[in-house]
């Protein structure tokens, strides 16, 4: 059985969203497969089951077919670094940072790495769902582009196109991509995804007509706009969320620090009917909120920095409500920041809310964890090279809350006793039981849409 990369004609055209239904459709079909992904660059990420740093898209993946989640499902993963650089995580490990122009130079070095982690799960699974990136066909980067053109001509995987309507020219994107491709690829084409459609699906019947006829690719469903407010993998992908009010209890605000990073710990404030969420950049916007959050960056002291310039560090020394450190932002609270060369060599203020120091080491702690914290058991993941020798998981004094822990907010029971406190009216909310049903459901109205029987048969043929 072939297994299939998808391809978008754009960035944001929803291939993350659409790759997991389409695992988890193949999974419930009865076929044992598994999420991959190249090459990722996100800030958001995850720490598998096998202790290693993964993307969220492919974790979210492998959640969603309750499938233990392995770096070979994201062998190469790039975030933030100094200076203009990424930081590499190869294999789930961080290694070191490397220019744009580095890492092209050394991209053959790369092949070999992604070319494991493929083989590896092919001899566990029928086949592999291997999402793309951006565009395939980025003429001046085809050469070093490893999540599309690599994965899909080493492994002659399959292709679906996914063109995002709401962009307009959905006929251009998808004419433009398939006949800009590799005549080698262009064979392995199954079919394309027209996806975020608004409206009556019948005004677009000729367009179905049109693609099929005069492209000569088979339209393998048109999906409506599905707003899954789940598994977000991006900045840009966290900013178009919906949020849907019924009676308000708390206003929640988070600083959106411009590295921001771990961003689905906010999902279960999303989907609260009863929290208006929001991010926010400038001091004036703490007006009126019940929580302040400092979420996780992956530049604590540059984003540090921001915040003072911004003048934030008056407002958040004198803000007479709750406010929660998560990580980066936990790290920020202290008094000072100690810093060898992991991000910049120097000694930092932070902003004096708790007593004692952070020590950045270059060894990074990564690991899924459960702890006492907060009078809960609590699970969650750490990603953080920031130490505390006074609190080092977290921190709790009247309204001053902290941890090193990512997730937290996902513990239903803590989190509605956490709320509770602020606003005793609050109304407990069963996040693991809606993210469950949300998956389903969205997966669900994805298959309903979707040729699913010819996919199966074009994945099964020689």
Known sequence: MHSLSIFGTSSDAGKSTL??????????????VAPFKAQNVSNNARIGDDGGEIAQAQHFAA???????????????????????????INGKSTDEQSVGEYFATIE???????????????????????????????????????????????????ILVADIERGGVFASIWGLYNLLPEVLKKNVIGVIINKFRGDMAFFEEGVKIIEEQFKLKV?????????????????????????????????????FPHLSNFTDFEPLINDLSVNFS????????QGSDLLILPGTRRTVDDLTWLQERGFTHAIQNYNHTIFGICGGYEMLFEKIIDDGVEVTGTFEGLGLIEGEILFKHEKVQRQCQVELFGFTIEGYEIHHGISKKHPIGYHDEKIYGTFLHALFDND?????????????????????????????FVAEVKSHLDTAYLIDALQED
């Open 220 to 256: 393998l469903g048109v999906v409506p706009h599905l707003p899954l407010n789940i598994g977000f993998e991006d900045i840009q992908s966290l900013e178009n969320y919906q949020q849907t009010l019924q009676e308000q209890h708390l206003k929640v605000v988070a600083i959106k």
């Open 19 to 32: 790759s997991m239904a389409i695992t988890k459709i193949l999974h419930d079909a009865g076929y044992k």
């Open 109 to 159: 070095d790369k092949k070999p790495i992604v070319k494991k982690a493929f083989e590896s799960l092919q001899k566990e699974f029928d086949l592999i769902v291997a999402e793309g990136a951006g565009s395939p066909v980025e003429l001046n980067l085809m050469n070093e582009d490893l999540s599309n053109l690599y994965v899909a001509t080493a492994f002659q995987t399959k292709i």
């Open 413 to 441: 029971a803590w989190r509605n006793h956490f709320f509770t406190t602020i606003n005793p009216s609050y109304k407990p909310f069963d996040y693991k039981s809606f993210r469950k049903n949300r998956i389903h459901d």
């Open 279 to 286: 991010f926010i950049t400038h001091a004036h916007e703490l």
């Open 63 to 89: 959640e969603a077919i309750d499938l233990p989640t392995r770096f070979e499902m994201n062998p190469i993963l790039l975030k933030s670094g100094s200076q203009g650089k990424a930081s590499l995580i």
